[in-house]
């Protein structure tokens, strides 16, 4: 028998492996990016306005990237040297702290005593938060909390009145009195689970005992009603989450927590923008005379992306020993380790210079004057802007259904949501990606741009009707033609329309306005709709824009090809 040879292209199989490893590392850190910021204590707007600034980083710095390295043929540093940067720069939000929070509530002593942790018209207390308020009735376990009450001598003479608490600190040979602070600290144990614990614009429990300086009261009651502000710290999650209120006044832009969460997030975003502008064009390089296999290395990527965020969503909830606070530790590390093995890699990547051109803007200024050309920037705006929608705030809807109408099942949402990203990669982008070049080949560029603005409609309507989020899940296979072949067909359209002394611009040009244009409309109208609409309502107003625009890209190359068919017969 003759022996089989296999031959192995260590250009392209090196670039395969970067992608793997590359794209495989951020996507544990990138993917919960929104639910870190949430759980770091910001809002869908600071969010939304957050990833709005980091999309035009991105806007700015991939052009000016483009053009230094068509001038001055410094791919490869700058391509090893931003790879590095981002595990450095994700491995770092592993140090940014949350913004000052406490978790506080009233203390009200009456007939009854209650512990008042959220109210509507309590500007001192938290809002209640809807999607909570119904996990109350499951508890079944008493709460043991702490209390940190404020000084307040009425309330205090009251409950030493009431409860017959003996203050050691009263002199009684001389009658002086000395200053107590002891009645700052409180134990009390609630009572929860029956109905009339939540009134009408607040969730108030009863105290069950009480235990404060030596001495233990069974349903506590005073003879007059007298009430205090507490800080509380409870063995229960919900109570702690329905109590939780910002600590500081004034705007978030003073608070040194959020610019360092700023800037490690800005320095984040630019090595990625840096990094993806750079390693596709080098991709193409290594093709050669076949870009049409670009779609056969970046699924490599997918795959990766796929497999680390399912790995890292497990990750994260089997470290995490709360329902509501995550531990995302284990994801930092991760992508710190398969960084730090992708840039070694990297490094043996043979990577052609660009052959400068002094006519780089003149080059650039010509194809953008071109209708077809006009028309292909603004489908990747619009592209940018559907784009952000999941990108941003899937995970956070997926959250919010479970919350409101699956509760039990919270303990492995950070699971479910790397199942999400797993099937949009391996079951989604793996497949069209692969076969990207053949799709292209048979319905042209244009008709592929049409056909994601439709299915991204079709996305975000199903979105809007489901109530479990498990079913999310097989929505995510539309993807593949939202993000795999649209992708593959931005950077195709890109190269073929690109001067070859001005690829890399020209590539660069077209991310930008993707994540620079795109996205940072996306995310600052998305979380502004989302805050506003809710999750539901944002999504099928978001299908509904999807759909017209793609009626309109329709539209435009029926009207384009029937006036390039009366120009060649006349």
Known sequence: MLPIRIRINKRTLRMKLHYFLYMGGIASVQGFAPTIAKQL?????????????????????????????????????????????????????????????????????GNTTVLNVCSNDDDRLSQCDDSLLKLIKNIAEPIECQLRCEQNEPFRDEIYKSWSIVDHNININTNTTYKNDGFEDLDVTLIIGATDQIEKNDVVFQVKSAHIMKTQVAFPYCQRQVSTRCKID??????????????????????????????????????????????????????DDKPEDFGKQRCWGSISWG???????????????????????????????????DFALAYKIEITETIGSKNTFSDVFKLITNMNVIVYLIWIVVMGICTTMPWNYLFWYMEDLTQKYHSDKQSWTKTLQGLAIGIQCIGGELPLLFFS???????????????????????????????????????????????????????????????????????????????????????????????????????ELFAYGSLIMGILHVIFIKLNNRSIKMKTTQ
Not at 266 to 287: K, N
Not at 307 to 334: A, M, W
Not at 496 to 518: D, H, K, N, R, W
């Open 41 to 109: 204590g910001y809002s869908p707007m600071v969010v939304g306005s957050v990833f709005t600034y980091l999309s035009m980083l991105s806007f700015f710095v991939k052009p000016i990237v483009g053009i230094i390295v068509d001038k001055f043929r410094v791919k490869r540093i700058m391509f090893l040297a931003f790879v590095l940067s981002c595990g450095l720069t994700a491995f770092s939000l592993n140090f940014i702290q949350k913004i000052p929070t406490e978790a506080a509530a009233n203390l009200s002593c």
């Open 234 to 287: 409870c063995s229960n999650d919900v109570v702690m989450e329905l109590a939780t209120v910002q600590k500081f006044e004034g705007s978030i832009f003073g608070l040194h927590q959020f610019w360092k969460y700023l800037t490690v997030m800005s320095l984040f975003w630019i090595s990625q923008a840096i990094t993806w502008s750079l390693q596709d064009p080098i991709c193409f390089d290594i093709l």
């Open 307 to 341: 497999i680390f965020s399912v790995f890292g969503g497990v990750l994260v909830d089997y470290f995490s020993n709360s329902d509501y606070e995550k531990n995302y530790v284990p994801v930092y590390y991760l992508c710190l380790i398969i960084i730090l093995w």
């Open 437 to 539: 070049g053949w799709f292209i080949k048979r319905i042209g560029h244009t008709y592929c741009m049409a056909l994601g603005l439709f299915a991204f409609a079709l996305r975000f309507y199903l979105y809007s009707v489901i109530t479990n989020p498990i079913w999310i899940l097989p929505v995510e296979f539309t993807n593949g033609i939202t993000f795999g072949l649209c992708h593959a067909v931005l950077l195709a359209y890109a190269r073929f329309i690109a001067p070859q002394s001005s690829a890399t611009t020209v590539v660069a040009l077209s991310g930008a306005l993707f994540e620079g244009v795109g996205t940072s409309i996306g995310g600052l109208v998305g979380g502004f709709m989302y805050q506003t609409y809710g999750g539901e309502r944002t999504f």
